[in-house]
């Protein structure tokens, strides 16, 4: 399933490179692509396991970067 | 945030200012000097040495914050101290100014897009109550007072009043509305009170769809974004190794590590790659907000890239070459009267939205349907099956029920049969949009191809062509040839070629896919085609088609030049370093310099000039 959300706290390529990076090789999410010019994240995650993905996606992105917020999901 | 860290910065600069001078006329103690020296630089960088250590304890540690940390600390160990702290600063600054391009960008693009209504004023059993866009329901009655935004598409049920439209359709000119007319979410009530019924709910409505659009350009990123993060990642640790080789190896043979070890440590300072990093992406980002001030919504930054060096452009007749408003102008036939002929016609036509069946119905006052069930056959025409077999169509329709007719009639024609008895012809004109043939000639001149396709008839295809200029035509297509065709140009292109296909209507959505770059028209264009297409002009301009192209060489050369200051630049640092001849001074300014420069630089990306 596709879940469009909004991703604040991102002032830098480099660190949404590594986000991206980091988000992709979460296990349940089929592709992550973030613009962080547009403030938006695209996400295709696994349908069954999606709330679990996105609890994972939070958790690994509060390691990498405290400072980032999501909205809308 | 980001006022505490230019607050900060001032503070240290504050105290390092005065005591930079000062160390020209006065030898000072260097303990003083630590004491004096470390104060600022904890004020101005506890952040980023806090950071370091964070990332050190996760694993994936090599980025900047590291690197001036340890660029700044090694500073401070061979003694210079002033020098750590300038870089810190100065690195400050940079981080700072990065952050507010970005800001100003977003924000600005926002500004643009500012269509978004924030409220809806429902009227509940004769009472006004609020209640957010999202909560209203089709057939909800919604009061708009003057000065206020529609919060979603709906039909006016009492009042009249003009519109502000441009923030929709680029018209400048207000639309007056009265009982009847609908009305699009996003305009803005200018003058008088109206009621209207909703049609649609916010998510579905106009405002919301085109918000969408320019909201969700996660589309593709440019190859040169691509190319640039990868460089990125092998550009920092290869100058990070570098370093150590300078910092390393020539003291073992030659001494004086202090000397080669500040230049271990200047290499460190240069060998953020953040200039180039930020303002790639900031210029595709200026330039697609730069289009979208145009009404030209292009979905992601490959797509700037790829019209840039588009040359081969596909147009689909009706609606995007022409304006798609069909007038009957008029009726022909032996036997029939004109209104006779029209009602016969409006039977199958009665439920179409298809811009002839309206453009019939426009004509007729009532139609008399009863009991008629209505096939259409697409690229065809309309059957209706009842008392009587009524056929409306084009020529081909004609033939496959062995009716005979004319076929020379030079304007589009709709005949008209009923019980196997041809009727009559209904002509039909449809505007050339006044901007298409300067645009076609346009890319003529540019040495580029144009080929047009419809499903008109051969001479009035060949007709229309001919006036706008246009070298190729394709014409009488099924809506599935258009798709064979396109994949045949696709097929047989040579490696350079980029073909890109203009379009509306819902059987361009697969064309649209297909090639390298689909533009629809937004204005008009069909819902599946403008979710196909990765360009959308919203505005129904064809002009814009030129006007994104010049975007996009404005885009791509200020990214090319970004790309090569920055590297000359950074390349030039290193060599003089490990020369000798650059201290952290230098390197750090030459840095944050070149990160200010190119952001301004990419910032430019968002202002083009009118064509023509």
Redesign the interface.
Known sequence: MRK?AKIKGL????CA??LEKALNKVEGVLSA??????????LELDDVKAAEVILEIKKVTK??HPEVEYMGI | MKKNNLIRIIISLVFFIPFFILHFFVDIDNYLMLIFTLIPYFIVGYDILWRSIRNIMRGDFLDENFLMAIATIGAFIIGEHLEAVAVMIFYQIGELFQSYAVNKSRKSISDLMDIRPNKAVLIQDDEEVEVEPEDVCEGDILLIKAGERVPVDGVVIKGKSSLDVKALTGESLPRDVELGDEVLSGSVNIDGVIYIEATKMYFDSTVSKILDLVENVSGKKAKTENFITRFARIYTPIVVVCALLVGIIPPIFLGNWSSWVFRALTFLVVSCPCALVISVPLSFFCGIGGASKDGILVKGGGYLEKIKAANVFIFDKTGTLTKGEFKVIDVISDNYSKEEVLSIAAICEVNSNHPIAVSIMNEVDSVNGEGYEIKEIAGYGMVATGNDVILVGNSKLMAKYNIPCDKNLLKSVVHVAKNNEYIGAILISDEIRKEAKDVIQYLNQQGHKTIMLTGDQKDIALAIAGYLGIKEVKYELLPQDKVKIVEEIIDNKSAEDVVLYVGDGINDAPVLMRSDVGISMGGIGSDSAIEASDVVLMYDNLECIIKAKMIAYKTTRIVMQNIIFALVIKIGVLILSALGFANMWLAILADVGVAVIAILNAMRCSKVKKFN
């Open positions: 469009i002032d830098c390529a480099h490179a590594k692509q973030i613009n962080f010019m547009a403030e938006r994240i695209t390691k990498l």
